[in-house]
Each structure stands twice: as structure tokens, then as C-alpha cells.
């Protein structure tokens, strides 16, 4: 294995761990929504906040490895907001 085959090997290992990483957090605050429907609990906030905190800081270290393109990681996170923003009003609308 040549040492830019290693690097193609670790760059998408990278975007495959942070891709699940943001579903992860997509799921469990679909969980939370469509069983508590309860989007203004303060654990609730915490927990989303920690979990995109965590995706935010990923994305950075592998940015600054040279693993992820920054346009991509900004990409990631932001479609990760727009999902969570539109979850949230879904579940507003069902109240």
C-alpha cells in the first residue's frame, strides 16, 4: 500500500466516522422528540448542545489533520443544524 492510499484510507475513515457521529445525533434527538416531545427541557438543551459541541471539535482535529476539508466539515455541521432546526419544528407543530 503506497502512503497516499494510506492517507485516501484515512481521510474516508474520517468522514465516515464524523457522517455517523451527526446521524447519531439526528436519531437521538428524533427519539426524543417523537417519545418526550419535550424540546424546551433543559436536559434536552444540554445534551443537544454537548452532542454538537463534541461534532464541532471532531471536525475540527480532523480539519486540522488534513483529513477532512474544512468546506466539507462547515457543510456537515450545518446540515446537522437544519435537520435538528426542522425535528424541532415538526415537534412544535404536533403540540
Request: contains cysteine; proline residues 2%.
Amino acid at each position: 500500500m503506497v502512503a497516499s492510499d494510506v492517507k485516501i484510507d484515512h481521510r474516508e475513515k474520517a468522514y465516515t466516522l464524523l457522517y455517523e457521529y451527526a446521524d447519531k445525533i439526528i436519531k437521538l434527538i428524533q427519539v426524543q422528540m417523537d417519545h418526550l416531545t419535550m424540546p424546551k427541557c433543559p436536559l434536552y438543551e444540554e445534551v443537544l448542545d454537548t452532542q454538537m459541541f463534541g461534532l464541532s471539535r471532531q471536525i475540527d482535529f480532523a480539519v486540522k489533520l488534513g483529513l477532512v476539508d474544512e468546506e466539507d466539515g462547515k457543510e456537515l455541521l450545518s446540515s446537522v443544524e437544519k435537520k435538528l432546526s426542522a425535528l424541532h419544528e415538526a415537534s412544535l407543530k404536533k403540540q
